[in-house]
Antibody
Framework: EGQLVESGGGLVKPGGSLRLSCAAS????????MNWVRQAPGKGLEWVGR??????????DYAAPVKGRFTISRDDSKNTLYLQLNSLKTEDTAVYYC???????WGQGTLVTVSS | EIVLTQSPDFQSVTPKEKVTVTCRAS??????LHWYQQKPGQSPRLLIR???QSISGVPSRFSGSGSGTDFTLTINSLEAEDAAAYYC?????????FGQGTKLEIK
């Protein structure tokens, strides 16, 4: 059974940076296209971006609100997905989930709070 | 960007009732429409993929249908444990998007 475990969330000031991690187990991570999805408090789900598998090019795509500020990367040797968050804004406050494309596996989420 | 509009936003329903949630897309999705259930404090759970494909472990009372721009999630004989928010999600084109969600309350 596959599992995803996020970490790295916390409180950060506007303009600050944070790096989230997502550790994968129980499935072939290197073959998986991976996504980040976020959910602001009391709100719905918002797709943040994805990264293809290295064999499919390893390219990334982002939602407009985060493009240029967030970067998704992966380390297949560590079965880990990353989300680098820069130039954070208060509206980036959310629970951040990693998930496989196709939605089979989701992590439990990690809370990022952007506040002065 | 493809906009997904769900209806209703909220519904209060009684156990054993049949529930229908609809999702309308701003452009054709083919069959690239998926449904998720999210209970408070939990991660989303995939219920239906590619419009109507069932998922192992998901009760058979959940089913999906539709094509193009109009899709439906049906819950037959609702149970108390189905109290949750339900989201449609499209993977037809980037950026991927979600519907705004439908909250089901059990009377």
């Amino acid at each position: 059974e596959g599992q995803l475990v996020e970490s790295g969330g916390g409180l950060v000031k506007p303009g600050g940076s944070l790096r989230l991690s997502c550790a994968a187990s129980g499935f072939t991570f290197s073959n998986a296209w991976m996504n980040w999805v976020r959910q602001a408090p009391g709100k719905g789900l918002e797709w943040v971006g994805r990264i293809k598998s290295e064999t499919d090019g390893g390219t990334t795509d982002y939602a407009a609100p985060v493009k240029g500020r967030f970067t998704i990367s992966r380390d297949d040797s560590k079965n880990t997905l990353y989300l680098q968050l820069n130039s954070l804004k208060t509206e980036d406050t959310a629970v951040y989930y990693c998930a496989t494309t196709g939605g089979t596996y989701w992590g439990q989420g990690t809370l990022v709070t952007v506040s002065s | 960007e493809i906009v997904l509009t769900q209806s209703p936003d909220f519904q209060s329903v009684t156990p054993k009732e049949k529930v229908t949630v609809t999702c309308r897309a701003s452009q054709s999705l083919g069959n690239n429409l998926h449904w998720y259930q999210q209970k408070p404090g939990q991660s989303p759970r995939l219920l239906i993929r590619y419009t109507s494909q069932s998922i192992s472990g998901v009760p058979s009372r959940f089913s999906g249908s539709g094509s193009g721009t109009d899709f439906t999630l049906t819950i037959n004989s609702l149970e108390a444990e189905d109290a949750a928010a339900y989201y449609c999600h499209q993977s037809s084109s980037l950026p991927y998007t979600f519907g705004q969600g439908t909250k089901l309350e059990i009377k």
